[in-house]
């Protein structure tokens, strides 16, 4: 059973940065397709990046690419977002997720096996 705890969620003015962790604990996180989603209010949890198990192959959705960077520490059993040059719309409650499936990592959320509990993101305008 692999546990994640997300932090370094909080408030930021558009166009600030913040940076997201996700630390990992009861797994091999090193064979571990990795990526991080996210649910505005009142809408479906999306998709916004994916890493595969050695951090080489990166992917992200379309309105994010460019802006965030995710990328992970094989020693350290942690995730990274680095979001730069915010917008209101990331406003959002942030989800770590964990594939032992998809070693790829994946864009959809039933490839994940595993979620931890969110990390409030608030952007203002």
């Known amino acids: 059973q692999v546990q994640l705890v997300e932090s370094g969620g909080g408030k930021v003015q558009a166009g600030g940065s913040l940076r997201l962790s996700c630390a990992a604990s009861?797994?091999?996180?090193?064979?571990?397709?990795m990526a991080w989603f996210r649910q505005a209010p009142g809408k479906e949890r999306e998709f916004v990046a994916t890493?595969?198990?050695?951090?080489?192959?990166?992917y992200y959705t379309d309105s994010v690419r460019g802006r965030f960077t995710i990328s992970r520490d094989n020693v350290k059993n942690t995730l990274y977002l680095q979001m730069n040059i915010v917008k209101p719309e990331d406003t959002a409650v942030y989800y770590c997720t964990a594939s032992f499936r998809y070693s790829s990592g994946g864009h959809y959320s039933r490839e994940y096996d595993y979620w931890g509990q969110g990390t409030q993101v608030t952007v203002s305008s």
């Open positions: 009861g797994g091999s996180f090193s064979s571990l397709g």
């Open positions: 890493v595969d198990f050695s951090g080489t192959n990166t």
